[in-house]
């Protein structure tokens, strides 16, 4: 079976020590000039309402994916250091809000 999206080993490991659950989504992001640009985000945490997102295991991790973003060739993954570490979504288009 081919994996929903590319996770990183340490991204894997951030997510399985903050429950074994990520959800991926859209977030608007504003401008200073009033234009609204959708980021692709990844959160170690359950959705706010999980019947709006795709639901995948895999590597023994939930996945709830936005369907607009599923199948685009993700790759989630973590940067930063010691408690400031956190997961970033690469491969995702910016798209007009």
């Not at 997510?15 to 000039?33: A, D, E």
């Not at 009033?34 to 019947?51: F, K, W």
Request: charged fraction near 20%; proline fraction near 4%.
């Amino acid at each position: 079976m081919d994996n929903v999206i590319d996770i990183s080993n340490n991204a894997l490991d951030f997510i399985k020590q903050r429950g074994g659950i990520v959800t991926i989504r859209l977030s608007p992001r504003h401008s200073c000039c009033g234009g609204l640009t959708n980021v692709a985000v990844a959160e170690a945490r359950y959705p706010d309402a999980p019947q709006h997102y795709q639901r995948h295991m895999q590597d023994s991790i939930s996945i709830y994916i936005a369907p607009d973003l599923a199948a685009q060739g993700l790759r989630i993954d973590v940067e930063g250091w010691w408690k400031l570490r956190r997961l970033y979504v690469d491969g995702a288009a910016l798209s007009a809000g």
